[in-house]
C-alpha cells in the first residue's frame, strides 16, 4: 500500500508559478515512478508528467518547456513546478504512484484566473 498526499495547490493569475508537492509514505521501496495526472472541468483525466526512480522525465506536450517534474528520494517528495500558467491549466492535480498498481492522491486544485 502507498499513501499519497498533495499539497500547493491555490489561485493564481495567468503567467504565474506554482509548485506542488506529493509526498509518499507506506510502501515506497516498491515505487516505480511517480507523476502527475490532472482532471479538467468536464474532461477525464490526464497525463501530466511523470518521474522515474532514476529520475527520467516525460511530460505532455501541452505542458512540455512550462512545468518540470523532480523527485527526493531521500523524502519520498515529487514536485511539480508549473510555470507561465495558462487559464487552461485549472484543474483539479493528482498525484500518482506506481507499484505493481496505480495509486492517488486525493487531488489538488489549481486555478489560474485570466
Known amino acids: 500500500q502507498v499513501q499519497l498526499v498533495e499539497s500547493g495547490g491555490g489561485l493564481v493569475q495567468a503567467g504565474g508559478s506554482l509548485r506542488l508537492s506529493c509526498a509518499a509514505s507506506?510502501?515506497?521501496?516498491?515505487?516505480?515512478?511517480m507523476g502527475w495526472y490532472r482532471q479538467l472541468p468536464g474532461k477525464q483525466r490526464e497525463f501530466v508528467a511523470r518521474?522515474?526512480?532514476?529520475?527520467?522525465?516525460n511530460y505532455a506536450d501541452s505542458v512540455k518547456g512550462r512545468f518540470t517534474i523532480s523527485r527526493d528520494n531521500a523524502e519520498n517528495t515529487v514536485y511539480l513546478q508549473m510555470n507561465s500558467l495558462k487559464p487552461e491549466d485549472t484543474a483539479v492535480y493528482y498525484c500518482?504512484?506506481?507499484?505493481?498498481?496505480?495509486?492517488w492522491g486525493q487531488g489538488t486544485q489549481v486555478t489560474v484566473s485570466s
Open positions: 500518482t504512484a506506481l507499484s505493481g498498481m496505480m495509486y
Open positions: 507506506g510502501s515506497i521501496r516498491s515505487i516505480n515512478y
Open positions: 518521474v522515474t526512480t532514476v529520475g527520467g522525465a
